[in-house]
């Protein structure tokens, strides 16, 4: 069964203190995550450990998009967030980390409605997050740790239930109950290399 966690309105912090809890989250993590069995097809399945390390490099990852590995030590918001722009890799996958399912599309591929489908399935909802990603070769693609699937349609119902089956998914995820919220990602939007 899949959590689905609604958002807390936030009692209002000094940054400095914001700052600090938003940088709790650790570079070696505890836990092991293990993949859940699927049955949607065409996803492949990588086989990155729990505790990937943190970095400010770029980093070069096997997967485009990627869904696991070293990572930024700030992660994109990932609480039903749309980007209008493209967001880097090494922070969406440790949004990964946390439970998050990183839906791209290409823009060269998709058109207003193909958007506009993608942004009313992820618009408010925790553990979601959509961006572009020029280059992608297919319309949209769909990450979350350790989990792809390329598809050529935005209105493919495995859309809907890939989101669905790995967005906080205990089993998958390696650092279950790690927030999604980071408001100083969208304040401060780092683009990509």
Not at 144 to 161: C, E, F, G, I, S
Request: net charge negative; charged share 20%.
């Amino acid at each position: 069964m899949i959590r689905r966690r609604g958002r807390r309105a936030a009692p209002a912090v000094p940054a400095l203190v914001l700052t600090g809890l938003l940088a709790g989250c650790t570079a070696v993590v505890a836990g092991q995550a293990s993949p859940a069995p699927l049955t949607l097809a065409e996803t492949q399945v990588a086989a990155y450990p729990a505790g990937q390390g943190h970095t400010r490099e770029t980093v070069d990852y096997p997967e485009n998009p990627p869904v696991g590995g070293r990572h930024d030590a700030a992660w994109a918001d990932c609480t039903g967030t749309v980007y209008a722009t493209p967001i880097r890799p090494e922070n969406a996958v440790h949004s990964l980390e946390h439970g998050a399912v990183w839906i791209t599309y290409d823009p060269a591929l998709a058109d207003d409605a193909d958007v506009e489908t993608l942004t009313d399935l992820v618009t408010g909802r925790p553990g979601l997050m959509l961006s572009p990603y020029p280059g992608l070769g297919v319309l949209v693609s769909l990450q979350a740790w350790d989990h792809q699937l390329r598809l050529d349609d935005a209105a493919d119902p495995r859309v809907a239930q890939f989101a669905d089956l790995l967005a906080f998914n205990p089993e998958t995820t390696p650092e279950p109950g790690a927030t999604c919220e980071n408001p100083l990602f969208l304040l401060d939007q780092p683009q990509p290399a």
